[in-house]
T-cell receptor, first 116, second 111 residues
Framework: NAGVMQNPRHLVRRRGQEARLRCSPMKGHSHVYWYRQLPEEGLKFMVYLQKENIIDESGMPKERFSAEFPKEGPSILRIQQVVRGDSAAYFC??????????????FGPGTRLLVL | GESVGLHLPTLSVQEGDNSIINCAYSNSASDYFIWYKQESGKGPQFIIDIRSNMDKRQGQRVTVLLNKTVKHLSLQIAATQPGDSAVYFCAENMAGNQFYFGTGTSLTVIP
């Protein structure tokens, strides 16, 4: 049973370019979360999505960042016009459902973005 | 926003000894907690969780203790092994699916 998959694992962009990060949740999971981790820091929540819906984007920067989780295919975190401060590790996590019981989130290996 | 903090950023233990990693949380409404282990270059790996209706939960070589009175969480690792060297995060959840993570404690096991 494959875990959460993310690609690419490493991404280098120049300032002003676009970065697209992909996340495929675990089989049977319909909820996806994106987190950002700066060096020597903990994970900061960015956005929570279900298929075709953004449930909570309270952690997303207001500009340049967007996320989607289409009916088919992986979830995409998109960063437009990247700046050096966007350099970080971006982790995706998935869970099976919410309901009334909080579900454990399982993390992918992350995408390490470096902006030159 | 609420923060989850750790008392010690680094911890070194001798192989075979027990390790205790502490975590303080600030939101008394948090009712679900997870400990994650993150090895260098990898994503966080689930270790153990606990809900607020419990004060102790045991797994394989790990025990999580929850003290809601002082809003404190700890992870105990028995007979620490070199493979346990990693950064350990606690995460709290109060509603919905958003988790708040602490900065992490770096555990180093000395052979």
């Amino acid at each position: 049973n494959a875990g959460v998959m993310q690609n690419p694992r490493h991404l280098v962009r120049r300032r002003g370019q676009e970065a697209r990060l992909r996340c495929s949740p675990m089989k049977g999971h319909s909820h996806v979360y994106w987190y950002r981790q700066l060096p020597e820091e903990g994970l900061k929540f960015m956005v929570y999505l279900q298929k075709e819906n953004i449930i909570d984007e309270s952690g997303m920067p207001k500009e340049r960042f967007s996320a989607e989780f289409p009916k088919e295919g992986p979830s995409i975190l998109r960063i437009q016009q990247v700046v050096r401060g966007d350099s970080a590790a971006y982790f995706c996590a998935s869970s099976p459902s919410t309901g009334l019981r909080r579900e454990t989130q399982y993390f992918g290996p992350g995408t390490r973005l470096l902006v030159l | 926003g609420e923060s989850v903090g750790l008392h010690l950023p680094t911890l070194s233990v001798q192989e075979g000894d027990n390790s205790i990693i502490n975590c303080a949380y600030s939101n008394s409404a948090s009712d679900y907690f997870i400990w994650y282990k993150q090895e260098s270059g990898k994503g966080p790996q689930f270790i153990i969780d606990i809900r607020s209706n419990m004060d102790k939960r045991q797994g394989q070589r790990v025990t999580v203790l929850l003290n809601k009175t002082v809003k404190h969480l700890s992870l105990q690792i028995a007979a620490t092994q070199p493979g346990d060297s990693a950064v350990y995060f606690c995460a709290e959840n109060m509603a919905g699916n958003q988790f708040y993570f602490g900065t992490g404690t770096s555990l180093t096991v000395i052979p």
